[in-house]
């Protein structure tokens, strides 16, 4: 008997799915550089523990009233076909606009690129540990 690894999505179930996703069920486990532990939330994975907190405070202060809305993981282009993903913009009462990096730890290249997107852009992002 061979084994079929043509499966179709309908074939698995919608757990296996999800799992899938965030990476619980792989050929070869992926780990984080940084030990980070992917986690889902209402149906979007969050790269760590402490970004998907930060997710569930900011849907607290909305509704609360604190903040209109926020929006998650914002792409901002940079040179060389490189890209920034920004992990929060939030949307005050006042209509300030605020963009949030939640990071664990701080490298050399996501200081770099955060500090070409502030130069490129005109916004201030907001480092949160």
């Known amino acids: 008997m061979g084994s ?4 179709r999505k309908e074939d698995i179930s919608l757990e296996v799915q999800k799992r899938m996703i965030i990476g ?23 790269h760590s523990i402490k970004e998907a907190e930060y997710y569930d405070d900011l849907k607290l202060l909305r509704e609360a009233g604190e ?3 926020f929006l998650c993981q914002i ?3 940079l040179p060389g076909r490189v890209v920034y993903w ?4 939030t949307v005050g009462k ?7 990096d939640v990071k ?6 996501s200081r770099d690129k955060i500090k070409m997107t502030e130069s490129l852009y ?5 480092i949160e540990k």
Request: proline share 4%.
């Open 86 to 89: 920004c992990d929060f913009m």
């Open 104 to 109: 664990g730890y701080l490298t050399d290249l």
């Open 75 to 77: 792409p901002f282009r």
């Open 4 to 7: 079929n690894l043509n499966w």
């Open 67 to 69: 903040i209109e809305y």
């Open 94 to 100: 006042n209509k300030e606009i605020k963009y949030i």
């Open 24 to 46: 619980e069920i792989t050929d070869k486990k992926k780990r984080s550089k940084y030990n980070a532990q992917r986690v889902m939330r209402d149906g979007y994975i969050f």
């Open 122 to 126: 005109p916004v201030k992002i907001i």
